[in-house]
């Protein structure tokens, strides 16, 4: 019997195809959808048309701002409601603190559909349904993000060396000042992660804004789906996507996540 | 006990006690890491716990820097109670075993976290004339100024802008000092600093960080389980095990005269063996007598402790002892020759080898002799199973229970082991440890009544009953009883031991095989 011999290169030729198939080949097609437009005889021209029309646009513009909008606030509340709540789980000398993390993760594991609907009868229930669009469309993609924003931030401040905090102890700080000038800042790993982790899919999660806004709100998603499906302009739709991921790469800039960070690389950016 | 120990040493410095530890303990869940001790550092002393690890020492430490509270007992600096004082309000400082740097901040930031959050009180004179003091932060100026000194005593000028993790672990060491002592500590604790570094830094920085101890003035309390370590660096060391002190005293003190059989093993190599005083300084082990410079009551079991670079190898029959030479290991400076005389192996320190296989004399001066009391209670030997199942020990046979050595075990019909496993086990030959208390052993007249026989060396009435040692002929095994019957020295007796009070325990060698 012959034995099978595999060489690294080898063995990468799966997840090539798989990154060619499903991240290089779309990517080019959104990019050459982006800059094609339809021409006179009704074939395929090179054109800056859709990226001036989206920029001209008060529609668009508006759409985008609200999105923006929408994902900083949201993102802003998950990082003040998961911070001290992650921060009190490490710190928690609990034997069963793990159960107690599952508790706050195990919505995930329930149908996003399912949820989101159910939060929407809530809200109708005390009668925010259908008056409250803007702080429905928040309290829905809280709701939704939070864990992603609990857990980067529980896995830094669990895995946080105790010594740093003695020793800001031991040169003289008190609870406070060790924790703005150790704790906080050695846990900015874990808080990026969560930013990115929340801030992004708020920009475009649909779902939650359709469903608990009852079609008021429109987000950047939103628009995207309907070039795409409703008006039939994948032109349009892709140049939104590809405003949408400049955003993103420019909020990871600004947000430092591509620096090279040890501690990232610890397991601190779980995603 | 411990108090008694430090004032009995002659400590280099008579200056005021800046540390008194009373009493304390740390219990953590149900393990007690610090058990009871009393301790105290004279204010600039160099002054090193050391100890095995799980001894408590850095317990201890982590109580004096706050870190950790006290289960009971206080903790008094300069006289004052600070047992509850939070660690930033001590005028303590650390150097962690990982240095712990904060990696967010580089060099400059790291060294200057202490002085940024210091207030110091400063007098102002106001219009009228009138002086008023107001707690200030240190200027920017002054910041600079005390980091870069820092920074020069540990000989890193200029490198305020590196950022943590450009430096080496030698480096990372000498930030971590400049950060603690920037801060003109009262006391400077250092929990195993040295460590993580090599052996050749290890060493420049033992020296380094005596003369740092010379020059600042501060005390040093220093936490390491290097024994030669704590011989090079400190001026008084605090010897712990399990939670509780050894002995306090000089590196001489505990090198030349350590307390217990458990010092002398740890600090420095050293031959142990098990002795009994047979007369005024003179103690027997090896099979002859010494004489010695301690003195303890006649007949009383001693540990006695020889130093190898205290033993002189000798011609072969010029000797006090005799033996053949085992083994030679090259050791750098001095060989390491350990010579196989009677039962027993000596090592022995000497610049002179000797060649495997050799027989040569071993002289012991009374002066390298140590004996310490031995903490005695109950009958310990060296024994073997033998092919009937039964133990070999002290000149004799034993009956008794070997499915003891593993639980669960059971004896099949042809002699085997069986194990809680299953496993079949031929035990003939199995070195074993055995322990059988005082008050298990009876004596009698009928020599072929016991396993073994010998002759009554020793009766001491102990109020209620007597204590009788019974001497083997063939290799001088003692055994130790208490009995209430009246019996005569020089009686030749025979031992009884019921099989159930033999307790056996394997060797650890038998155990990794």
Redesign the interface.
């Known amino acids: 019997m012959t034995k099978l011999r595999f060489s690294r290169k080898q063995l990468c030729i799966p997840y090539a195809l798989f990154l060619i198939l499903f991240v290089v080949f779309p990517m080019l097609m959104i990019l050459f959808y982006a800059f094609t437009g339809e021409g006179a005889d009704g074939g395929l021209t090179f054109t800056f048309a859709n990226f001036a029309d989206f920029f001209t646009s008060r529609a668009k513009l508006s759409t985008l701002l609200m999105s923006i909008t929408i994902a900083i606030i949201s993102t802003a509340i998950c990082l003040i409601i998961a911070y001290p709540l992650a921060y009190i789980l490490a710190r928690s000398n609990l034997k069963r603190k793990n159960v107690l993390l599952m508790i706050f993760i195990m919505p995930m594991w329930i149908n996003f559909v399912l949820r989101i609907t159910a939060l929407r009868e809530l809200l109708d229930l005390v009668g925010l349904l259908g008056t409250e669009n803007y702080l429905n469309t928040i309290i829905g993609m809280v709701y939704d993000f939070l864990p992603f924003m609990l857990l980067p931030l529980y896995t830094t401040l669990e895995k946080l060396d105790k010594s740093y905090l003695e020793a800001a102890a031991d040169l003289g700080g008190n609870k406070f000042t060790v924790f703005t000038r150790v704790t906080f800042p050695l846990s900015m790993p874990g808080v990026i992660s969560g930013i990115t982790m929340v801030f992004m899919p708020s920009m475009t999660n649909y779902v939650v804004s359709d469903t608990l806004s009852n079609f008021n709100i429109t987000i950047l998603g939103k628009l995207i789906d309907e070039y795409f499906t409703t008006y039939d302009n994948w032109h349009m739709g892709s140049m939104i996507s590809i405003i949408l991921l400049v955003i993103i790469f420019l909020t990871l800039l600004a947000t430092g996540g591509f620096k090279e960070d040890k501690s990232n690389a610890r397991g601190a950016n779980l995603w | 006990m411990a108090e008694n120990k430090n004032d009995a040493m002659n400590s280099p410095s008579k200056a005021e006690k800046i540390i008194e530890i009373v009493g304390a303990s740390k219990i953590f869940d149900d393990t007690v890491a610090v058990d009871n001790i009393d301790l105290y550092v004279r204010k600039g002393e160099f002054i090193t716990f050391l100890g095995p690890s799980g001894c408590g020492k850095t317990t201890t430490l982590r109580m004096i820097?706050?870190?950790d509270i006290p289960t009971s007992g206080k903790i008094l600096l300069g006289g004052k109670d600070i047992t509850n004082l939070?660690?930033?309000k001590r005028p303590?400082?650390?150097v962690?075993?990982?240095y712990?740097?904060?990696?967010?901040y580089n060099i400059y930031d790291n060294v200057a976290?202490?002085l940024k959050?210091?207030k110091i009180p400063v007098t102002y004179v106001n219009a009228k004339g009138e002086t008023y003091t107001k707690m200030q932060k240190l200027t920017r100026r002054e910041i600079d100024e005390k980091v870069k000194n820092a920074l020069a005593v540990v000989d890193l000028e200029g490198f305020e802008k590196r950022s943590v993790?450009t430096l080496s672990g030698g480096q990372q060491q000498r930030v971590a000092i400049a950060?603690?002592i920037v801060?003109e500590p009262e006391i400077l604790l250092l929990d195993e600093p040295l460590g993580a570094l090599d052996l050749k830094m290890r060493k420049e920085m033992q020296i380094e960080l005596k003369a740092m101890h010379k020059k600042l003035g501060i005390t040093f309390i220093y936490v390491t389980h290097d024994q030669e370590e704590a011989l090079t660096m400190s001026d008084t060391i605090v010897v712990m095990k399990d939670g509780q002190i050894q002995q306090i005293g000089t590196p001489t003190a505990i090198y030349n005269e350590p307390a217990n059989a458990f010092v002398a093993n740890f600090i420095g190599d050293s031959n142990l063996f098990n002795g009994t005083m047979v007369g005024k300084m003179s103690v027997r082990f090896c099979n002859r007598n010494f004489k010695c410079l301690d003195d303890f009551a006649l007949h009383e079991k001693v540990d006695v402790v020889v130093r190898p670079e205290d033993i002189r190898m000798t011609d072969a029959d010029k000797g006090m002892l005799k033996g053949e030479v085992i083994s030679v290991v090259f050791k750098g400076v001095h060989y390491e020759i350990t010579v196989k005389a009677g039962k027993t192996e000596v090592v022995v320190q000497s610049t002179e080898s000797r060649n495997v296989g050799d027989v040569i004399g071993l002289d012991i001066l009374p002066d390298g002799i140590h004996i310490m009391k031995k903490e005695f209670t109950v009958n310990r030997y060296d024994g073997y199973i033998t092919k009937r199942n039964t133990v070999a020990f002290g000149d004799g046979e034993f009956e008794c229970d070997v499915t003891q050595l593993y639980p669960g075990s059971l004896l099949d019909e042809e002699g085997y082991l069986v194990t809680a496993d299953g496993e079949k086990l031929d035990l003939t030959d199995t070195d074993v440890t055995v322990e059988v208390g005082f008050t298990d052993i009876e004596i009698s007249d009928d020599a072929d009544a016991g396993g073994a026989r010998g002759h009554i060396v020793s009766i001491i009435y102990k109020g209620d009953h007597y204590q009788v040692i019974v001497r083997t002929e063939e290799n001088e095994e003692d055994f130790v009883l208490d009995t209430e019957d009246l019996w005569n020295e020089n009686d030749f007796v025979s031992v009884k031991i019921p099989p159930e009070k033999i307790r056996l325990s394997l060797k650890q060698e038998a155990k990794q095989k």
């Open positions: 820097a706050g870190f939070p660690p930033n303590i400082n650390t962690f075993q990982r712990a740097l904060f990696p967010h976290f202490g959050l210091k993790s950060r603690a801060n």
